[in-house]
T-cell receptor, first 115, second 115 residues
Framework: GNSVTQMEGPVTLSEEAFLTINCTYT??????LFWYVQYPGEGLQLLLK?????DKGSNKGFEATYRKETTSFHLEKGSVQVSDSAVYFC??????????????FGTGTRLTIIP | NAGVTQTPKFQVLKTGQSMTLQCAQD?????MSWYRQDPGMGLRLIHY???????DQGEVPNGYNVSRSTTEDFPLRLLSAAPSQTSVYFC??????????????FGPGTRLTVL
């Protein structure tokens, strides 16, 4: 079946540190890959996505590259801020004839940034 | 636009009680879904709908019913609440296009406790 494995947290970094959150996947087809972010007390919001191999998704200083050869989609940011403190979820979707559906999520990684 | 709204925000039930979690979206999205979020398990899909009158089961459908009589609304019914259903429930929607992979928009969540 399809699955997503994420780096276990929690992760605590100092402001301006470099961030990497690892994500690898197993899928029976050619998935699209996503990173969602959940700020305290809120629902999830899409951070970035990539729909095919070698695509790079980017948003708000975060980046992730779809690596088919290593089945990975690691999230990176060069200089984190306190406002980046949140839970980050890696997810995949194989889509269907109906389009977008059935996101498979990782377990989430809680990130805390210390001033 | 209000986006995806969910009510109530918090609910406490006794074992055996029934209730309905409400979800509505005003973006004319075809696709809607319900997830539950449990510690260490990420989000798991309960039920989803690709349009009015069409629903299907996700990964963990037992103990839950859904219906989709309108494009806007997608209520989740707990038939006889059990402590194992204590969780945070998220509703999500997206524009569904054949072959497309659009962004899913999440509601703020309902925190349910079953005693």
């Amino acid at each position: 079946g399809n699955s997503v494995t994420q780096m276990e947290g929690p992760v605590t970094l100092s402001e301006e540190a470099f961030l990497t959150i690892n994500c690898t996947y197993t899928a029976t087809g050619y998935p699209s890959l996503f990173w969602y972010v959940q700020y305290p007390g809120e629902g999830l919001q899409l951070l970035l996505k990539a729909t095919k191999a070698d695509d790079k998704g980017s948003n708000k200083g975060f980046e992730a590259t779809y690596r088919k050869e290593t089945t990975s989609f690691h999230l990176e940011k060069g200089s984190v801020q306190v406002s980046d403190s949140a839970v980050y979820f890696c997810a995949l979707s194989l889509g269907s004839n109906f389009g977008n559906e059935k996101l498979t999520f990782g377990t989430g990684t809680r990130l805390t940034i210390i001033p | 636009n209000a986006g995806v709204t969910q009510t109530p925000k918090f609910q406490v039930l006794k074992t055996g009680q029934s209730m309905t979690l409400q979800c509505a979206q005003d973006m004319n999205h075809e696709y809607m879904s319900w997830y539950r979020q449990d510690p260490g398990m990420g989000l798991r899909l309960i039920h989803y709908s690709v349009g009015a009158g069409i629903t299907d089961q996700g990964e963990v459908p037992n103990g839950y019913n859904v219906s989709r009589s309108t494009t806007e609304d997608f209520p989740l019914r707990l038939l006889s609440a059990a402590p194992s259903q204590t969780s945070v429930y998220f509703c999500a929607s997206s524009y569904s296009a054949v072959g497309g992979l659009g962004e899913q928009f999440f509601g703020p969540g309902t925190r349910l406790t079953v005693l």
